[in-house]
């Protein structure tokens, strides 16, 4: 499982991409290729709805700027009960919004964790942690919503990019500063040039899975 971690100083070991990434094959996809991926959200933790809608947005704006749309779907909305009630699909990720986790394994620093796939599957379910979100924005002067989206998109990142998906920059460090942050609630926290690659790649590919498999 992997998560995200705030500390106040941007230390720590970082799992980088490294030699995983480049030795994943990339197909090519192109870039003015529009690819969608549908989100089932599942609120537990009492999210104020406005807040929760700029989180999403946040969130949908990060993955949006490496060419991926999200399409977010409120699983406490009797409209979408059909839907919600299925099981997962490639290219349909199920997130739940959570009070806290184990305090004994996922400490107040921890934003959320997800279960990513690997060599050929694909991770579907990603978990984040409200009350550790609130805590830490109250801590560091910045906004819940937009550091609920960022998690909400750092967690993505994991599902869509495998394991050992931390970085050395962008949305997918290990640790955040608050000056990462800060930046992140302007938009300027994002996937990297590679990173967005395999995201895309990774992406189409679960479409593709998908489509066969309804064939």
Partial sequence: MRGICIQRMAVGVLIPLGSWAANRRVPDVPATQTLR?????????GVPDRLLSEAQQRAGTILGKAGVEMEWIDCHRPANASVCATVAELDRLFLTIVTEDDVRTYGEDVLGRSVPGDHGSHGVYARVFYKHVQLRADQERVS???????AMAHEFGHLLLGPKAHSAEGIMRANWSRRDME?????????TDQQVRLIRADVQSRIEERERSQN
């Fill in 183 to 191: 930046l992140g609630a302007k938009g300027q926290l994002r996937f």
């Fill in 144 to 150: 819940p919503a937009q550091l609920l989206g960022l």
């Fill in 37 to 45: 991926v549908s989100v089932m959200v599942f609120d537990q933790a």
